[in-house]
């Protein structure tokens, strides 16, 4: 029994010791921009423009890493009814996702700051939804219903640039350079019942397509916790 005591320590003693020496670690981040931007009532901010993410994580062995990341926004707004807008009434809702998995080498230029290089996968998905209603002279309910979809996937070089406060916290920020494609649709259906005939449904679809190309200056400070 002993010797199976000893022999489990040892084994244990080493695989520690080589994690230790593999310098393996996990940085947790969130972007302190979007979080407040999230705070103010999701306001609009140009995803083109804006880091779109508000969540990260990097797992590092020694100088190699695989990071991910994810960013969320949503905004409704809805208008009631009144005589200033003819008693129609308006629903408004905005969607956005976006996802991102990428690799990156780690370069450590000073104790405090480190350089990371590399490459993401990334994904986009937004959907757009307004419907309209009013109540025309026959007292019959209009109702327009129209709703935008738009998908961007693509590759994005990056430099990520992290200065260290401590040995477990950290600020970074990074420069984006996107080359992606598109698909988008633009649907509208809407309803109208003339007098003394059938309801008609008008649907009317529009679909386009093309190429993104962009460079996204650092708009993002990421606070990091390193487990």
Excluded at 11 to 39: E, H, T
Excluded at 153 to 178: C, D, N
């Amino acid at each position: 029994m002993k010797k199976i005591l000893f022999t489990a320590l040892v084994m244990l003693s080493a695989i520690y010791s080589r994690a230790q020496s593999d310098s393996v670690y996990v940085d947790l981040g969130i972007n302190s921009i979007r979080l407040i931007n999230l705070g103010l009532g999701a306001q609009n901010v140009n995803p083109d423009v804006w880091n779109p993410y508000l969540l990260t994580t990097d797992i590092h062995y020694n100088r190699l890493g695989v990071r991910a990341g994810i960013g969320y926004t949503s905004h409704g707004k809805t208008e009631l009814p009144v005589d200033a807008n003819g008693m129609s009434k308006t629903e408004s809702d905005t969607t956005r996702t976006d996802i991102r998995i990428g690799v990156n080498w780690e370069i450590a230029l000073a104790p405090k700051w480190t350089f990371k290089v590399g490459m993401d996968y990334y994904s986009a998905n937004a959907e757009n939804t307004y419907i309209s209603e009013y109540v025309n002279e026959q007292d019959e309910v209009i109702e327009t219903n129209r709703k935008k979809l738009y998908k961007e996937t693509g590759f994005s070089p990056f430099v990520y640039v992290q200065y260290h406060i401590t040995p477990r916290v950290s600020l970074g920020t990074e420069l984006l350079w996107r080359f992606g494609s598109y698909t988008s649709e633009d649907g509208e259906i809407s309803s109208i019942k003339p007098e003394n005939a059938e309801a008609t449904v008008t649907d009317i679809t529009r679909k386009y397509e093309g190429i993104k190309r962009g460079i996204m200056a650092p708009t993002a400070l990421f606070l990091n916790f390193r487990f």
